[in-house]
């Protein structure tokens, strides 16, 4: 079923096609966090225009595929002349893709803090920023960390898609051993196994984490 | 910047001769349509099982149907779809594994629809074992107390309700399902996405093919949604909070 050989033969570019994975997930993650941060209390704003707005980025974005999105930015960076080539272009795709998502979680975290606690720094007397930073950030921070620890599982999965506009992930490197060596069913359940080993303790992980970091109220 | 957009190439033939370019996309939308629905009907299906066995008082069982979701859940939704288009037939046996490979029908549609919906009935399975489980304790054993048998308890009493608690959370996995099907141009279903790459690629209209197909994706997202908003008003449970939350 597998061919270990041939993965030790080819371990340069399969490890370098993992590093890759690896930093798309990691730059879109933070990314995604800082930006889908912002989307989120831009939701939340008082100011009409400005949380309309954001939803609709939001809904948008939540409402296409992710191949989609990756095409979108695939084409339309190098229309607008920018030559920066696909493998550095799909981090911007990535982080304004998960923005919407992450901007979501944030948000059901945000709401999940009683308003009391809102109100209670007003009245001591703090500006809107300190609220946010000192008070509201910290408590839904820590109430969202679980799902947020699990979208960015989702986000390392669905790294594997920039496969298909050709660029050397994990997957795609998977692909090209498995083409030039005519060796599709031994790479591909290489590749299976190998995103398994990768996700499957830290999803479990995640479980026990879950239960630990209970909402509290 | 002058961006001369020319709406009039969706009127325009295409050099793939599948008529004009409208027509393409038109294709690329029932393709979508098709993939999506018959991988729901088999996510619903293998998911209310694996769903319900999960629950069971069996160890095996639940224990099976855990490992299912598990391994389904942590493996890329792009590697399955070429796990059942390239390793698939090979695990078959040799007769069926050719036909398999060079007779059937439909080869990209069919391999897409398993895959989804195999990879989609991990997350229904999910969604069916969380609403048997918040269902009060009281409804089972009270089942169980008045003689019904498990399977009648699951069959009259736990898995009608259950399914109508499960109906909100489906929508976002029904959601789903219409959008990782842009997934399957990889492996080479002519759907909605792939459709619109050879639009730009022959017509080089790239903001009005990309307008158009975001377009078409967002109108069935739109009507997904209010389809299982009147689903979700229909199958209320009265008497909990919410209409059946």
Known sequence: MIDLQLVLDNRELLTEGMLYSLQLTAFATLGGIVLGCLLALARLSAFKPLSLLSAAYVNLFRSVPLVLVIFWFYFLIPYFGFQIGPDKSVFITFTLFEAAYFSEIIRAGIQSISRGQLAAAYALGLTYPQTMRYVILPQALRNMLPVMLTQTVVLFQDTSLVTIIGIKDFMGSTSVVASNNGAMTEMYTFAAIAYFCVCFPISMLLKRLHKRIAVIR | ?245
């Open chain 2, 1 to 245: 910047m002058d961006l001369n957009l020319d709406w009039g190439v969706l009127l325009q033939e295409s050099p793939t001769g599948d008529g004009p370019y409208w027509q393409l996309l038109w294709t690329g939308a029932k393709w979508t349509v098709a993939t999506a629905l018959t991988g729901w009907a088999l996510a619903l299906l293998v998911g209310s099982i694996v769903g319900v066995m999960r629950t069971l008082p069996y160890k095996p069982l639940a224990w099976l149907g855990d490992a299912y979701v598990e391994v389904v859940r942590n493996i890329p939704l792009l590697v399955q779809l070429f796990f059942w288009f390239f390793v698939w037939p090979e695990l078959l046996p040799r007769e069926i594994g050719l036909w398999y490979k060079q007779d059937m029908p439909y080869p990209e549609f069919i391999t897409a629809a398993l895959a989804l919906g195999w990879f989609t009935a991990a997350r229904v399975a999910e969604q069916v074992k969380s609403g048997i489980l918040s269902l009060p304790r009281g409804q089972k054993n009270a089942a169980l107390a008045l003689g019904f048998t498990l399977p009648q308890t699951y069959r009259l009493v736990v898995l009608p309700q259950a399914f109508r608690i499960v109906i909100p959370p489906l929508t976002s996995e029904f959601m789903n399902i219409f959008k990782n099907s842009a997934a399957a141009l990889a492996i080479g279903l002519t759907e909605l996405t792939f459709q619109m790459k050879q639009m730009v690629e022959y017509s080089n209209e790239v903001i009005v093919s990309i307008a158009a197909v975001t377009t078409i994706y967002m109108v069935m997202a739109f009507a997904v949604n209010r389809g299982m908003a009147w689903l979700e008003r229909k199958s209320r449970i009265p008497g909990m909070i919410g209409g059946g939350r």
